[in-house]
């Protein structure tokens, strides 16, 4: 069974702030991919990133920063400096290798940066 | 370019009424999804087309008739919905390799039963 939880339901940030959203998940699957997207007001999710199970190493975008922790199945998010447009949505998904190709969704953090 | 489009982006409809939602992708993608998103949930996966063939369904009413006429095109015929089925409804699209590849979104269409 695959599961992702992001057990932040809300965050509330002061313009220029770091922040740091969580997500956990759980499979059996050896081989997996994980993903952020985006969502804000208007709707539509918008891709991130997607790492491999396989590929430990962390990302820099930008503002954007990922950890991926395969010892604690972790891959959280973290915005630099954030700004009012950062406001959205996130949601973390996890793809097993095996099955079809679903995308299991955490329940979403919403992230309100207040200028 | 990663551009999903859907059309219409906003649907009001009653319970008699019959309607229809379109995607359209040309990035060549051969996978093509269908989700239901309910507010302040994630999306849900209601249908998968692979290589235009309906793939995967997930227990979805027979009032939602998904179709993929060719490559670039998905619709979604709705007929006799309920006003629970008020939603947004995203289309994705992605490429089909051994790996599990990114699936791309369009805009949603927000659809409200009355």
């Known amino acids: 069974a695959q599961k992702v939880t992001q057990a932040q339901t809300e965050i509330s940030v002061v313009e220029k702030e770091d922040v740091t959203l969580d997500c956990v998940y759980e499979t059996r699957d050896t081989t997996y991919y994980l993903f952020w997207y985006k969502q804000p007001p208007s709707g539509e999710l918008v891709f991130l990133i997607r790492?491999?199970?396989?590929?430990?190493q962390n990302e820099i975008s930008g503002r954007y920063s990922w950890n991926f922790q395969k010892s604690t199945s972790s891959f959280n998010f973290t915005i630099t400096a954030s700004q009012v447009v950062d406001s959205a949505v996130y949601f973390c998904a996890l793809t097993p290798e095996t099955g079809a190709n679903n995308l299991f969704f955490g329940t979403g953090t919403r992230l309100t940066v207040i200028p | 370019d990663t551009e999903v489009t859907q059309t219409p982006k906003h649907l009001v409809m009653g319970m008699t009424n019959k309607k229809s939602l379109k995607c359209e992708q040309h990035?060549?993608?051969?996978?093509m999804y269908w989700y239901k998103q309910k507010a302040k949930k994630p999306p849900e996966l209601m249908f998968v087309?692979?290589?235009?063939?309906?793939?995967i369904n997930e227990s979805v009413p027979s009032r939602f008739s998904p179709e993929c006429p060719n490559s670039s095109l998905l619709n979604l015929h709705l007929h006799a919905l309920q006003p629970e089925d008020s939603a947004l409804y995203l289309c994705?699209?992605?490429?089909?390799?051994?790996?599990?590849?990114?699936?791309?979104f369009g805009p949603g269409t927000r659809l409200l039963v009355l």
């Open positions: 994705a699209s992605s490429q089909l390799t051994p790996t599990r590849e990114t699936q791309y």
């Open positions: 087309y692979s290589y235009e063939k309906l793939s």
């Open positions: 790492r491999n199970s396989f590929d430990e």
């Open positions: 990035m060549g993608h051969r996978a």
